[in-house]
């Protein structure tokens, strides 16, 4: 069975993972970006490239898998912003 | 000497404690919030509450303290935008 300590890092690490995708969704189905800060999804591009490099260095399954989602996750929101309504932000 | 793998994880510790920071700012500068997905940082707040449960549980400082900051920062994006600026919100 699992320890339930390592449940609550799961689900932890499940919504750090997916937390980002309803902010894509909102901007795919708006076509609006304006509001949303790109420092802050670059921060936390940023900062799942450094859990990812941890959970490397620690051999960390759990670590790795949810900052490759995340990192993906948080690169949709970038290209969104920056490429695919990059109009948006110029106006 | 601290180690290097933790040097890497205080970095990283950083980056998640401040990201939603940027996005406060940016709030507060534009006065607009409506492009921004509640849903998203409602995910990140669910999100850094296991994580400190979870540090609690392992007690370990560095996930803790960077989880309060966190929360903290998460929770001036949701203020702002769902009691600050509602208005925005509703029209």
């Known amino acids: 069975m699992i320890p339930p300590i390592e449940i609550l890092g799961l689900c932890a690490a499940f919504f ?3 937390s980002s995708l309803p902010q894509s969704i909102k901007m795919i189905r708006t076509k609006h970006t304006r509001d949303v800060s790109g420092v802050t999804f670059s921060m936390m591009f940023i900062s799942h490239l450094l ?4 959970g490397i260095f620690q051999m960390a ?14 690169s949709l929101v970038l ?6 309504w990059k109009d948006e932000e110029l106006s």
């Open 16 to 18: 750090t993972a997916f």
């Open 51 to 54: 859990w990812l490099s941890y």
């Open 61 to 74: 399954i759990s670590i790795i898998a949810s900052n490759v989602v995340a990192i993906t996750m948080v």
């Open 79 to 84: 290209i969104l912003k920056y490429i695919v």
